[in-house]
């Protein structure tokens, strides 16, 4: 069978057609990505629902003030109008999805250098409140650096030294126990191995040795070269290739005129078609023993067999493997775990992310591994097949108690995301073939393999890994998490902005005052402080103990109570602050601009000086890290320098209604600013030693 999408490198041939269009495998995998609904974000979700909230408040208020003030209090309709528009200004932070966007493309930048190559700006957040990370093994959590350490065939045991592709170290035998026919047996394996190759093993110009083609036929290659035995030329005359879902692979070849049917593939699946030999001595007890004890020291294990075949022999199909076949012998193949994997998964430990392997090795193979790296406890896991028979509720248990899934398929992966989403979590599924897209569509994070990926898995996944390196996935949830904090801290900055300028204009209306500020300053408060302070704090760092501490739950409101809180706090307190500055101002004898321009700069002051109180959520601002962020100080000058110009400028007085101040006047906006920033420094002390109280009486 040829599939449509198969690259003819040469030749000529008559075909039949056998499907089209949604019928061929290209097809079917096209209508089951299509088929998997697109998931919003954690955080699209959350300011969806945030925006709609303020907007209808924020509307609903200005109405309400534009009634109070009219019958009320008998504002004339124009003033009451410019003041209640003011107010809708005021209030809505317009600035804010500029300012989430540039933090999401900052951490974007990030990721990139990081080998994280982000292919969605939301995804980002979305990677902070990762709970589940589901990993491929091969060259994720392992080096995808596959080498023979042993073979068994069926007259003798031997050792392989060396490591890597290089072909240096030697085949030795490993016992005594070897029959008379021990090197024809040897022989005919290797001869199988380096049939049923596609691989091709070369040396580099700076003497590397390198595979092109799959890492397991690769090592079959090197472990050829290490031998001193001359193998016979051979010609391919049919081959069934490797796939997935019969797992092995097959070649019909002529060697010395004579022609021989080879098959390597997994173990379980070469046994099942010796046993239907009778006329070959094989013994399956025996067989499945060494292999569970080689995959239960983490190896990978092949099996080997072939049959003679008769000379009018030209092509071959799998029924032609159901009977004849001799057994050769096993080989254990070693692909040691990634150092920093193993660092990663602990990493994740502590962050309360669960880590699960799903890999189409064997199931003690899966389980040796994943102890090694500290996934699962080495005794359980689950295989495909076993998958296949549960119902979802069934799966949905199993999904959540069992870290290991062993020969497990593109469908079981799909069942697999679908069921712990079900469950709650937020999940990251890792994919390198085209039958993986339809999973990683549907995961809330789709990591695709950059090296060894397919360009329909990469076009599918959220995420691509530059490296195929595990603990790029943590460094990318680190990451994730300094985004959503760095969100957290900007919001918790501009909404008491917001707010404070709304109590300003509700205050004035509700006690028939003259509004403090005009319309157009408070329009200019707003863009400066969205276009230069906010900005800082998209670039703050990660904070100690971000990775400590379990994933926020998704269903979680984008403000917690204590946000409500602080945000209605420090609105109240500018607010109603900078009201009674403009009363007690007028009192000594402010009037007109002096008065505008000091009230305007205090305001903006008090929010400047806020902006290092946001710096840390409950930790004190000045710490070892207070430097550490060199935005913040850069968008604190830029605002310097424009207010400055909005005071001394003649043509920025005549539009916005301001006057040059003198000297001792800053002091009032400066006094204002550490007022601020003082109480809201105590407040966090206190808040902070509440909520642990709270946390510990539950």
């Known amino acids: 069978m040829v599939f449509s999408g198969t690259s003819v490198a040469a030749g000529s041939g008559i ?231 019969y797992k092995y692979m097959a070649v019909l070849a002529e060697i010395n005129q004579e022609r021989f049917l080879f098959v390597k593939g997994a173990p379980d699946r070469v046994f099942e078609m010796v046993q239907k030999n009778k006329a070959a001595s094989f013994d399956p007890s025996y067989w499945q023993g060494q292999m569970s004890l080689r995959a239960k020291e983490g190896e990978r294990v092949i099996g080997a067999a072939y049959k003679k075949v008769s000379e009018d022999v030209d092509s071959i199909g799998h029924h032609d493997l159901v009977d004849g076949m001799n057994f050769l012998g096993l080989a254990g193949i ?82 697999l995301v679908k069921a712990l989403q079900k469950l709650g979590h937020i999940c990251a599924m890792t994919g390198d073939g085209v039958n993986d897209a339809a999973a990683l569509k549907r995961a809330d994070i789709g990591v695709a393999m950059g090296i060894k990926g397919t360009e329909v898995t990469k076009d599918a996944a959220k995420m691509v890994l530059a490296d195929d390196n595990f603990q790029t996935i943590v460094h990318a949830v680190e990451e994730g998490r300094r985004v959503y904090d760095n969100v957290k801290k900007t919001i918790l900055f501009i909404l008491p902005t917001n707010g404070a300028g709304g109590i300003l204009i509700i205050a004035s209306i509700f006690l028939g005052m003259t509004m403090p500020l005009t319309p157009v300053q408070i329009l200019w408060v707003n863009m400066v402080v969205a276009i230069t302070v906010s900005l800082g704090l998209a670039f703050e760092h990660l904070e100690k103990g971000a990775m400590d501490r379990p994933p926020r739950n998704p269903k979680a409101k984008l403000l917690s109570p204590y946000y409500l809180f602080r945000i209605s706090f420090v609105s109240i307190m500018i607010g109603i602050g900078t009201l009674w500055m403009n009363s007690f101002m007028q009192s000594q004898g402010y009037s007109g601009s002096d008065l505008q321009t000091v009230i305007l700069q205090m305001f903006v002051m008090a929010q400047l000086f806020y902006l290092f109180n946001c710096r840390s959520e409950f930790g004190f601002a000045f710490n070892k890290d207070f430097f550490r962020n060199k935005a913040v100080f850069l968008v604190a000058g830029i605002l310097i320098v424009l207010q400055l110009a909005l005071t001394y400028i003649p043509f920025m007085n005549t539009v916005f209604q301001t006057t040059p101040l003198e000297l001792k006047q800053w002091t009032i906006p400066i006094l204002m600013g550490l007022f601020v920033f003082i109480i809201v420094e105590v407040e966090k002390v206190i808040s902070k030693n509440v909520l642990k109280h709270v946390r510990q009486g539950k």
């Open 15 to 245: 075909g039949i057609v056998t499907a089209i269009g949604a019928k061929t495998e290209l097809g079917k995998i096209n209508q089951a990505i299509t088929d998997v609904e697109d998931l919003k974000t954690p955080l699209l979700r959350q300011i969806g629902a945030f925006g709609k909230t303020i907007a209808i408040f924020v509307v609903g208020v200005a109405v309400v003030m534009f009634l109070f003030g009219y019958f009320v209090r008998n504002f004339p309709a124009g003033e009451l109008l410019l003041s209640v528009i003011a107010l809708a200004v005021a209030a809505i932070p317009e600035g804010l999805p500029a300012v989430l966007s540039i933090i999401l493309a900052v951490g974007v930048q990030r990721m990139a250098k990081r080998n994280a190559i982000i292919r969605s700006l939301p995804s980002v957040e979305t990677l902070g409140s990762v709970s589940v990370i589901c990993s491929d093994k091969t060259g994720t959590l392992t080096k995808n650096e596959m080498t023979v350490t042993n073979v068994e065939t069926t007259a003798a045991r031997y050792a392989i030294s060396g490591t890597g592709y290089a072909p240096d170290g030697d085949i030795n035998v490993k016992d005594t126990h070897r029959t008379q026919d021990a090197d024809a047996v040897l022989e005919r394996f290797l001869t199988c191995v380096h049939i049923c190759n596609d691989a091709n093993l070369r040396q580099d110009d700076a003497g590397h040795w390198t595979i092109d083609g799959d890492p397991t036929d690769g090592c079959f290659l090197t472990l050829v070269r290490k031998s001193d035995m001359d193998l016979p030329a051979f010609k391919v005359i049919s081959k069934i290739p490797f796939d997935s879902d």
């Open 334 to 415: 070693i692909d040691p775990p990634r150092e920093e994997a193993k660092q990663a998964v602990k990493t994740c430990k502590k962050a309360g992310i669960q880590v699960k392997m799903i890999t189409g090795d064997h199931a003690d193979t899966a389980k040796a591994i994943g102890k090694q790296l500290g996934i699962g406890d080495g005794t359980r896991a689950l295989t495909g097949r076993e998958l296949d028979k549960m119902t979802d509720e069934e799966l949905e248990t199993a999904a959540e108690s069992t870290h290991i899934f062993a020969r497990t398929s593109p469908e079981n992966k799909l069942r």
